[in-house]
Each structure stands twice: as C-alpha cells, then as structure tokens.
C-alpha cells in the first residue's frame, strides 16, 4: 500500500504533522509505502528524521498550491492520498491524483466550518470542508467526540477514530534536572503554548500555583509565547521566584527528558469544557504519559476518555479541587498500559480501516493494490 501524507505549513505552526509522521513511519516499519509532499521546514525535516522518514518527502518551497502540483508527477503510483487537516494545496493536489486511481483520506483534528470566527478565515475554513467532504472516500478523526459529531451528515462515508500516540522512545537530552531543577524539590509541571488564544485555560495554572503553594511543590512551566510576562508576574504573586522555572520553548528530546526526571511529580493540562476541547487530542497529554507521570486534568474530551480512571480531575476553576486532584496524584501515581497508546497500534488500526473499507487489495505489498476512484 502506498500512501501520500500531504500537509501545507510547518510542524511549528501546526501540531498535526506528528500525525503524518508518526503514522507513516510506522506503516513503513509494517512493509507498506508512505511518502510525503509537505511544505519544506527546518522543523518538519527534522521531525520526519524522528520518525525515520524524511527521505520519503519530496518538498514544496511554499504552502502554494502551485507548488504542491508541481510535484504531481511523483505521486502517480499512489493508492491513496492522505490530507492532514482541510488545506488548498492538499486538496488540489488530492484532486489531480483521483483520476489516476488514488483515494483521498481526509485527516482532521478540529472543527473547521465551526470553529468559532465571524470572519474571512471562517468562510475559508468553510469552503475548505466543502472541497474535502466532496473529494474524500473517508474520514480520520483524532477524537472520538469529532467523528461522532461529522457522523451526522458525512451520510455513508466512512470514519475512523485515530487518536494521536507515545512519541517516539529515541534518546532524551540528558541534565535537564541540573539545568532546570533545584536538588531536593519536588515539582509540578505545565507544558504548553502562553500564546493569548489561551488565556482562560493559563489562568488555571495560578490555581495550580495555589496548589503547589499549599503542598509545597515548586512549578515549572515549559513553553513560550505573547502571554508570557503577564504569566510570570501573575504566578510572583502565588510563589516565590526561585518556586517558579519558565524553560522556554524546548525540543521534543528535552522535553521528554525535563518530563522523565523524577523531581516532576505531577502535570497538569487545564481544559474548559469548550467544542474545541472535546474535539481535540492534545499532544502534549502523551509526553506526560511517556514520562509515567500522573496528569491532573478535566473531565472533557480525549483527555478524559484516554487516560479513564488513570487520571485525577478537578472542577474547572476551583482552586480547592485542583489541591486535592494535586495530592491525589502525588499518592496515586500511574501505571499506564504503553502499548495501549503507541503509533504501531493506531497504524494498524488505519491499515484495518483501509481494509474493511477498501478491500484487502488496499493493503498489499508496496506498490501493489490500485483502487479505482471513487
């Protein structure tokens, strides 16, 4: 089986390239055939070489859809292209490979014709979903309550549930408690964007400063963005400075080793019960999980439904129930079950997928098993 991962933008931007990566990595570890058209990154080079496929990818210099079709002619042999997330250059380019015999997949994380903009980037989002509901043969959708939810006028389109997965178990950086982490504390964790579309669900980390406060937990917080300055004078008002560790923005193997160290006792991931957050699978939920460590959350959308009773939860905006799920956790640390989140288990659930719905033709040898258009 042969598939084509396309996606415009870049990883930095857009988290939802671990999904092109990570799958097709592994359905080249189970004898199948990805490739890539993306738009050509530092950073999405260097995640594809994670996941030991960068020299699948052939590159479009932008997110142009006149540059993806420039690459048309290297795909003809594909059984089936597979959009992360409705963009105009996959789609276009979903578009000239259909005649030859290819399927399109359709990958989305997100709301797109509802997600909640009362302007021109709405109406494109729109008319984006338009296209791909028109163009696919199928649907992946990386939380449960989104497939449940398009179910309801995709008609007799074909969905699967893929939640994202366990990053990759390459080396972590090692040193970061010396770098980060004062010997002899213990410490809470908040990995995520401080960018200002996430201001409510920042606030709860001065509730988690409460917390940490009253359990005599230190707090680091890995990530960087706009809302950055007023997070720090905000949290100085909670804990004392030298309580307190901003790391910045840090790569994937420091961020799995800063998770990994046994002085981070906890990690926290604040969601407001929002369409947005039920519809979401966040990434970040999987570094806590590979470094084995308790998450404090809420009950709302993947979260919830993938961690099940391994995870502590608290009322959105109550700071006396973030201190007992805290200390919940610190009591009740997790085993969690790794297989049961890895990205050879959610490949084999796709390669399934194509089978049941494509026939086992789909699946054969690399560059066996044309489908016709559907």
């Known amino acids: ?29 189970q004898g199948h055939d990805p490739v890539f058209c993306l738009t050509e990154a530092p950073d999405t080079r260097a995640l594809l070489e994670q996941h030991g496929v960068a020299e699948k990818c052939s590159w479009a210099r932008t997110r142009s859809p006149i540059d993806f079709l ?11 292209v597979h959009l992360i997330n409705a963009n105009l250059a996959g789609e276009m380019l979903g578009l000239r490979l259909r005649p030859g015999g290819a399927r399109v997949i359709s990958d989305w994380d997100e709301w797109l014709s509802r997600v909640p903009f009362q302007t021109g980037f709405h109406q494109r989002l729109y008319a984006l979903e338009f296209i791909a509901r028109r163009i696919s043969s199928a649907f992946v959708f990386s939380s449960s309550y989104l497939q449940s939810e398009y179910q309801r006028y995709l008609g007799k389109i074909p969905t699967a549930y893929i939640p994202y997965g366990l990053n990759p178990s390459g080396p972590v950086t090692p040193g970061a408690a010396a770098r980060w982490l004062r010997a002899g504390r213990r410490y809470a964790m908040y990995l995520g964007s401080l960018h200002e579309m996430y201001r409510e669900d920042l606030r709860e980390l001065l509730l988690l400063a409460q917390s940490c ?15 950055r300055p007023w997070l720090e004078a905000e949290l100085a008002k909670i804990l004392p400075l030298n309580r307190i560790v901003f790391t910045g923005q840090l790569s994937i193997p420091e961020l799995d080793g800063l998770v990994a160290e046994d002085a981070v006792r906890l990690c926290f991931l604040p969601l407001k019960d929002t369409m947005q957050n039920r519809s979401r699978c966040p990434n970040k939920l999987f570094h806590y999980i590979k470094g084995g460590k308790p998450v404090v959350t809420n009950r709302v959308g993947e979260p919830a439904n993938l961690l099940g009773e391994l995870g502590h939860y608290y009322a959105y905006g109550d700071a006396a129930s973030v201190t007992v799920a805290a200390r919940e956790s610190l009591e009740r640390p997790p085993r969690y079950d ?37």
Request: proline share 2%; charged share 25%; no cysteine.
């Open 1 to 29: 089986m042969k598939i084509l991962f396309v996606a415009a933008g870049s990883f930095r931007q857009n988290a939802s390239f671990i999904r092109a990566a990570a799958l097709g990595g592994q359905l080249q570890r």
């Open 70 to 80: 420039r690459l048309a002619h290297r795909f003809t042999d594909v059984d089936f």
């Open 213 to 227: 406060r009253d359990l005599d937990l230190d707090l680091v917080v890995a990530g960087d963005g706009s809302e």
């Open 338 to 374: 790794v297989d049961s989140f890895s990205w050879a288990r959610r490949a084999s659930t796709y390669v399934r997928f194509l089978e049941d719905n494509f026939g086992p033709a789909a699946s054969g040898a690399p560059g066996v098993g044309r489908t016709s258009a559907a």
